[in-house]
T-cell receptor
Framework: NAGVTQTPKFQVLKTGQSMTLQCAQD?????MSWYRQDPGMGLRLIHY???????DQGEVPNGYNVSRSTTEDFPLRLLSAAPSQTSVYFC????????????FGSGTQLSVL | AQSVTQLDSHVSVSEGTPVLLRCNYS??????LFWYVQHPNKGLQLLLKYTSAATLVKGINGFEAEFKKSETSFHLTKPSAHMSDAAEYFC?????????????FGQGTELSVKP
């Protein structure tokens, strides 16, 4: 199993550009989520989904959109990138809403100039 | 409000000495608690979790943590540090009953291990 796959690993954007961070999992997990990691702030939840067609906001959703058309995929869209969105982004999944462990992708390092 | 606080942003130990990484939480509900580890340029890996069974939880690589409800703490320990333990550690709390299982991450503790 590949687990949770994130692409790209690195990305540089100019302010105002848009892009999509891809996340796919092959474990048939219902729950998927996006976090951003910034120094001294731990991981903060951006958006999450408890199943196909269902998404909800986390702590820091502004500037980001998500959709969940399939169980496997959970892309994160930056509509108009800002320097404040420079961060490392992690996608994670787990089975259902139980308190089971999260499976993390390897991360995407994003720089917005 | 629910929150989690890691009391040290950086801990430095010598190889072979004990490790203590401190975590306190605040909640009106019974939490589930996790410790995750992140090695440089890698994703996060689960070390251990507490979900209202035994209060002393054993994890991978010799780590363990004790849930103390009276102190609202979940400190991570290891009797003898190894060089490979150098990483960032995150204490994580899940408040299932009122937030649908969303996780709240602490700010992280960077562990350095000196030879």
């Amino acid at each position: 199993n590949a687990g949770v796959t994130q692409t790209p690993k690195f990305q540089v954007l100019k302010t105002g550009q848009s892009m999509t961070l891809q996340c796919a999992q092959d474990m048939n997990h219902e729950y998927m989520s996006w976090y951003r990691q910034d120094p001294g702030m731990g991981l903060r939840l951006i958006h999450y989904s408890v199943g196909a067609g269902i998404t909800d906001q986390g702590e820091v959703p502004n500037g980001y959109n998500v959709s969940r058309s399939t169980t496997e995929d959970f892309p994160l869209r930056l509509l108009s990138a800002a320097p404040s969105q420079t961060s490392v982004y992690f996608c994670a999944s787990r089975p259902g809403q139980t308190n089971e462990k999260l499976f993390f992708g390897s991360g995407t390092q994003l720089s917005v100039l | 409000a629910q929150s989690v606080t890691q009391l040290d942003s950086h801990v430095s130990v010598s190889e072979g000495t004990p490790v203590l990484l401190r975590c306190n939480y605040s909640s009106s509900y019974s939490p589930s608690l996790f410790w995750y580890v992140q090695h440089p340029n890698k994703g996060l890996q689960l070390l251990l979790k507490y979900t209202s069974a035994a209060t002393l939880v054993k994890g991978i690589n010799g780590f363990e943590a004790e849930f103390k409800k009276s102190e609202t703490s979940f400190h991570l320990t290891k009797p003898s540090a190894h060089m490979s333990d150098a990483a960032e550690y995150f204490c994580v709390v899940s408040f299932y009953y009122n937030q649908g299982g969303k996780l709240i991450f602490g700010q992280g503790t960077e562990l350095s291990v000196k030879p």
